[in-house]
């Protein structure tokens, strides 16, 4: 089963994926995920998240377009975004493939919220935020 999260965020489609891509500051803007780790050597990373611990052991990337990480020990079996300008605005779909359709209500929920923090984040370091000072906690209540 897929389930897809869209929003639309005025920034470029290298800045999104740079970010997206950034491992050291995922736990900064990204309310689910509480911590990251590195194993093999960079080849894999494990997530200690709300939805449960992730191993990302692949992962699939097309420079400012998309990426997509696939999981193992997971309930999702992959996940990645996709980058679609549209004007000064890019639309960021956030997607999940789970076997599970009982807990698709769930990462509905968690995706959006992650789209929205995401959405936070990129707006504060537009205006010259420091990512250091972003309150993940806070902003993600904002409209």
């Known amino acids: 089963m ?13 800045r999104i994926y740079d970010i997206l891509g950034d491992a050291k500051i995922i ?4 309310p689910g995920v509480n911590e990251i780790s590195e ?17 990302i052991v692949d992962w699939e990337e097309v420079e400012n377009e998309r990426l997509t990480w696939h999981m193992k020990n997971s ?11 549209k004007g000064d605005l890019v639309e960021t ?6 076997d599970n359709k009982k807990l698709a209500k769930g990462y509905r929920k968690v995706g959006e ?3 929205r923090s995401l959405k936070n984040f990129i707006e504060f370091l537009e205006v010259g935020g ?3 000072d972003f309150d993940k906690k806070q902003l993600i209540v904002s409209p």
């Open 2 to 14: 897929r389930m897809e999260e869209k929003i639309e965020i005025k920034s470029s489609p290298k």
């Open 27 to 30: 736990t900064k803007w990204n």
């Open 39 to 55: 194993k093999e050597g960079g080849k894999e990373f494990h997530l200690k998240s709300s939805i449960g611990d992730i191993n």
């Open 75 to 85: 309930t999702m079996n992959s996940m990645g975004y996709i980058l679609e300008p």
């Open 93 to 98: 779909t956030l997607w999940v493939d789970l």
């Open 113 to 115: 919220l992650t789209l």
């Open 130 to 132: 420091d990512p250091e």
